[in-house]
């Protein structure tokens, strides 16, 4: 008996879709992810868009609008599994950079001023999983070609993602690159996880941390050692909070003896 293919929709929130284009951009392997899957939706590489029950649903951007959680709380009501992928699904991206509700408001005001808002209300960017229940997340800013064919493939298996649970730094040993931070670099391989090959740090560029925090990252003993380098205290929290939102926000608070 012939066993009925996975249907898979992929669907963009408030971002730069450079996910769902990475997707579109595995050229050779996307005939096969098609004939492997029953895709339903997926607004950037068909017409013929279907709002039916899913098996998976990947979902990349943030929520930064009702249209927005709409549109997610009804994807989650439909799917079986939901991933996200990318920065902005997974922790806020950089429009969730440390900004607090007082501060998204005020900046709100500032751009947009007393224009009342007529197709969707804007929300504070946060991600996925601050409204819905998210079972699997896949980093990267955008993410990577190899981990999303293995997490698709182990995800059509029904087999949770392999992801790297260490940092950037790794992957600069296995390349010999020289450390950043040995010449006074601010280089966030540290606090980063694996996965992009080190390619940053591999042409003399410092880690920006557009991967996410790898597990079990050691935020004081860098912001520690940024300090005695002669860093400036906001400069480093800026940096450190570019691609981990209220991760940071929260460290920040410690640091100032203050609750989260």
């Known amino acids: 008996m012939k066993k009925d ?14 996910d769902a284009l990475l ?10 992810i098609f004939q492997a899957a029953d895709i339903q939706s997926f607004l950037m590489a068909k017409s013929d868009n279907i709002d039916g029950e899913l098996d998976i649903a990947l979902v990349e951007g ?8 709409k549109e997610l709380q009804d994807i989650r009501k439909r799917s079986k599994v939901l991933v996200a992928i990318g920065i902005c699904a997974g922790l806020g991206g950089l429009q ?7 501060e998204w408001e005020e900046n709100r005001k500032k751009v947009y001023g007393q224009v009342e808002m007529i197709h969707t209300k804007p929300l504070q960017s946060k991600p996925l999983d601050a409204y ?5 997340y896949l980093p990267g800013c955008p993410i990577g070609k190899e981990q999303f064919l293995s997490t698709l493939t182990r995800v059509l298996a029904g087999h949770p993602p392999e992801l790297h649970r260490f940092p950037v730094c790794v992957e ?3 390349k010999e690159n020289d ?3 040995n010449r006074n670099i601010a280089c966030l391989g540290p606090l980063t996880a694996a996965g992009c090959a080190a390619i940053c740090p591999s042409h003399n560029l410092p880690c920006v941390g557009c991967w996410g925090p790898a597990e079990e990252a ?35 608070a410690q640091l100032k003896g203050e609750k989260k």
Do not use: H
Not at 23 to 32: A, R, S, V
């Open 62 to 69: 943030s929520v930064s609008s009702e249209k927005d959680l």
């Open 96 to 102: 969730a950079a440390f900004l607090d509700p007082k």
């Open 5 to 18: 293919k996975l249907k898979i929709g992929i669907y963009e929130l408030t971002g730069c879709a450079g």
């Open 23 to 32: 997707i579109l951009d595995c050229e050779e392997e996307l005939l096969n």
């Open 132 to 136: 819905v229940k998210v079972d699997y």
């Open 179 to 181: 450390c950043l931070l």
């Open 218 to 252: 050691n935020r004081t003993a860098e912001y520690q050692l940024l300090l005695e380098k002669g860093f400036d205290r906001e400069m480093i929290l800026r940096k450190m909070a570019n691609f981990s939102g209220t991760r940071i926000a929260d460290f920040a």
């Open 172 to 174: 600069c040993k296995w």
